[in-house]
């Protein structure tokens, strides 16, 4: 099965700032990768999919990139609301494996 | 308004069985692939089973297979995860996502609020 990793597993970062998650598969996915937010205590929620689409209502600040093995969410400017852990998911095919999940906290 | 509404959480001891639900409303349920994703207290979130809208392509996590059936009812607008031989490994808030419209594979835009399952003696 292709494996998914994240890095890094936790992040503190000031307000304003531009932070950036990177996830990696195993091996090629093309451009099959959803990126999710999971607030404290929250359901995930969808930011990203086909690895660069933003999903309505999401605000712009966020955005993703890559395709094949290597992916990035960028977040243009961190706000405190996006104290969040973030998961990549590929989809290409099954298992639809999620990975281990980004923790971005406020400094 | 799209919405997803788990149930049937609960208690049970090692080697149990139950059956979760999720009623789907606000969107066209039997045109749409449906997944169950699992996740541990305190841990990250686990794809556990897949079933495409006609029933006709369903998938497993190896850590279910064997022991979970992912069934649909299109005429009820329902998805349902029977869960047999429970183990402590188990434990955890089950949700149901939507999938993407079609037999295909998606990203999951829309998640109910899960049931927890707690398995332990």
């Known amino acids: 099965d292709i494996q998914m990793t994240q890095s890094p597993s936790s992040l503190s970062a000031s307000v304003g700032d531009r932070v950036t998650i990177t996830c990696r598969a195993s091996?090629?996915?093309?451009?099959?990768l959803a990126w999710y937010q999971q607030k404290p205590g929250k359901v995930p929620k969808v930011l990203i999919y086909?690895?660069?689409t933003l999903q309505s209502g999401v605000p712009s600040r966020f955005s993703g990139s890559g395709s094949g093995t290597d992916f990035t969410l960028t977040i243009s400017s961190l706000q405190p609301e996006d104290v969040a852990t973030y998961y990549c998911?590929?989809?290409?095919?099954?298992?639809?494996?999620f990975g281990p999940g980004t923790k971005v906290d406020i400094k | 308004e799209v919405q997803l509404v788990e149930s049937g959480g609960g208690l049970v001891q090692p080697g149990e069985s139950l059956r979760l639900s999720c009623a789907a409303s606000?969107?066209?349920?039997?045109?749409?692939?449906m997944n169950w994703v699992r996740q541990a207290p305190g841990k990250g979130l686990e794809w556990v089973s897949y079933?495409?809208?006609?029933?006709?392509?369903?998938y497993y996590a190896d850590s279910v297979k064997g022991r979970f059936t992912i069934s649909r009812d299109n005429a009820k607008n329902s998805l349902y995860l029977q869960m047999n031989s429970l183990r402590d490994e188990d434990t955890a808030v089950y949700y149901c996502?939507?999938?993407?419209?079609?037999?295909?594979?998606?990203?999951?835009?829309?998640w109910g609020q899960g049931t927890l399952v707690t398995v332990s003696s």
């Open positions: 996502a939507r999938g993407c419209g079609g037999d295909c594979y998606g990203d999951f835009d829309y």
């Open positions: 606000g969107f066209t349920f039997s045109s749409y692939t």
């Open positions: 079933i495409s809208s006609s029933s006709s392509t369903i």
């Open positions: 091996q090629g996915i093309s451009n099959y």
């Open positions: 086909a690895a660069s």
């Open positions: 998911q590929r989809y290409n095919s099954a298992p639809f494996t």
